[in-house]
């Protein structure tokens, strides 16, 4: 393949205070040319791009602003978190106090009715009546889940 002279389009002038990689040019081998390409193939000769320097001064370089991006990247995104926690305390103090005044509310509505216990088991319920007809330690209930019996068709 040779180069056909497209990817003059694509040229990328050199950036001031910052690598060419880093700010996200891309070499071609053929073409001898650094464009602004996102692909990994050249668009002219179909080459692929370089995205790395190959001297071992220049990718120290690279690998230093990488990191420093990510460490401005972090510091950011741990800033919004940090804002996103005081709204959601404050959002969740307003509903705690919401929330309080309704359990206020319903305690005293709980404490009108009363539990009573179960004459078999002994649990508190505050409806026993219901509780002691399927209660599972009364007599009568036992007795007639014995003398049930089941059919079962072949």
């Known amino acids: 393949m040779t ?3 497209i990817c003059v389009r694509y040229k990328a002038q050199k950036p001031v205070g910052t690598g060419r990689y880093a700010s996200g ?3 071609c081998q053929i073409c001898e040319i650094f464009i602004k390409w996102e692909g990994l193939w050249c668009p002219c000769c179909g080459y692929r791009l370089r995205t790395k320097p190959r ?6 370089k690279l690998r230093a602003r990488v990191e420093a991006d990510s460490m401005e ?3 950011a ?3 919004e978190s940090e804002v ?5 305390k404050a959002k969740s103090k307003s509903k705690a106090k919401t929330a309080k005044s309704k359990i206020a509310k319903s305690k005293t509505a709980t404490k009108t009715k009363e539990k009573t216990p179960c004459k078999h088991c ?5 409806y026993p009546d219901k509780h002691e007809k399927n209660c599972k330690k009364n007599p009568e209930v036992v007795s007639s889940q014995k003398t049930e019996s089941i059919a079962i068709k072949a």
Request: with cysteine.
């Open 55 to 60: 001297n071992l001064k220049y990718k120290a």
């Open 84 to 88: 996103q926690e005081v709204t959601v």
């Open 3 to 5: 180069c056909k002279g």
């Open 77 to 79: 995104t741990e800033i």
């Open 122 to 126: 002994e649990k508190l319920f505050v």
């Open 73 to 75: 990247a972090a510091a």
């Open 25 to 27: 040019q891309r070499r």
